[in-house]
């Protein structure tokens, strides 16, 4: 299993611009309301059909190279990423392959994700799904650590363009308590296992 440690000290290793725009990456700003920068990029990358231009082509170059510096995975790691809607994901069939556009920001542990998969009071998920993530070893990560929204989830950005195969995908009811008070119930959550192939 590959030590976090070495990922935490690879990103360290990065140079002060690379650490920047990585941090800038997941921060908070003006845009679409105080929303993170991440937002942004990958709405951008999800809905323009043409290369993205101008300054956002320039923050997407140095993400791009921020990640592939930022280390590779010595053993096979899985992580898992929480989505509020995979709809966009067809077909969702074994055998099939996703080939998102966009950065995924995934996590080391599944139930420090819980909340991605509330919904804010008065609306709902149109199809959340729970995504565990095979990466063989010499896959490209940025650990992002303390510079994540929440640190506990040891959070692992991966790049754009990737390429994943469907491995298995069922409907799942999972209830996971949080404590001995607090219980998250998913019914109807799609439970999605995919492996990085390119």
């Known amino acids: 299993m590959q030590n976090p440690n070495d990922l935490i000290t690879s990103f360290n290793a990065l140079s002060q611009s690379q650490k920047a725009v990585l941090s800038d990456y997941r921060a908070s700003g003006p845009w679409h309301g105080g929303t993170a ?3 942004d990029i990958n709405l951008l990358l999800r809905n323009s059909g043409a290369p993205p231009a101008g300054v956002a082509a320039t923050i997407i170059a140095e993400l791009d190279q921020a990640i592939a510096a930022a280390g590779q995975l010595s053993h096979p790691l899985t992580v ?38 509330v919904a804010p009071p008065g609306t709902s998920l149109p199809e959340a799904g729970m995504l565990t993530i095979r990466l063989p070893r010499g ?60």
């Open 37 to 39: 920068l991440a937002y």
């Open 80 to 117: 898992y990423r929480a989505m509020g809607d995979i709809s966009g994901m067809t077909p969702l069939s074994s055998g099939a392959t996703w080939r998102p556009q966009t950065y995924l920001s995934t996590s080391l542990f599944w139930n420090n994700l819980q909340t991605h998969l």
């Open 139 to 198: 896959t490209a990560v940025a650990y992002l650590g303390s510079v994540s929204h929440s640190s506990s989830e040891a959070e692992m950005l991966l790049g754009r363009l990737h390429e994943f195969k469907i491995i298995t995908e069922s409907a799942g009811n999972i209830k996971y308590y949080t404590d001995s008070f607090r219980a998250w119930n998913f019914s109807g959550l799609r439970e999605i296992t995919l492996e990085l192939v390119k």
